[in-house]
Structures are given as C-alpha cells and as structure tokens.
C-alpha cells in the first residue's frame, strides 16, 4: 500500500508549505483542507524552528493522516475519506 502511495505522489507538487513559523494551527488548518480535498498531498517543508522528522510526526498527528514518506524536506500524507474515497482499494 505504501509503495502505492509513494508511486501516486512522485509527479505530485506540493499543496501546502511549511514556512520557518513551522507547524502553526494555520497550517494544520490548510492541511486538513488539503487532505479533505486530495487525500494525499505532498508538503514542502522549509528551515524552522523544528527538525523536518518533528515537523512531519506533528502534522500527521494534528490531522489524523498517514506520514506516507519523508524524503529530504519534503513529507507525503494520506489520509482517506470515508465516503466517495479514490482509494477503496488501499
């Protein structure tokens, strides 16, 4: 599942950047938004006040989603819908 995942979002651009605020309720805000709308969303993460593996551990928990991948400073999060979802089978 997760290799499917990973291959979904390689050609994917980022939806959301983490600025050097970091993580703020905004951004959680703009993540879930994100998430509800794509299911899985490519994030940029930039020099903050936390390391990238903090800053990608926070956002998959303040949203409930999947840290699928954390490839340099760049996270991918899934989280499925529970109705009309694009990946059933996952």
């Known amino acids: 599942q997760r290799r499917a995942l ?3 979002g390689h050609h994917m651009e980022p939806v959301v950047i983490v600025g050097q ?3 703020t309720e905004g951004i959680l805000g703009a993540l879930e938004q994100a998430l509800k709308d794509h299911e899985l969303i490519k994030v ?3 020099e903050g006040p936390e390391t990238r593996q903090e800053a990608a551990a ?4 303040g949203t409930g989603a999947e840290l699928v991948q954390l490839l340099g400073r760049t996270a991918l999060l899934f989280k499925k819908r529970k109705e009309d979802s694009e990946f059933e089978d996952l």
Request: hydrophobic share 45%; aromatic share 0%.
């Open 21 to 23: 605020s970091g993580v």
């Open 44 to 46: 940029k993460i930039n």
């Open 6 to 8: 990973r291959a979904m």
């Open 58 to 61: 926070r956002m998959a928990e």
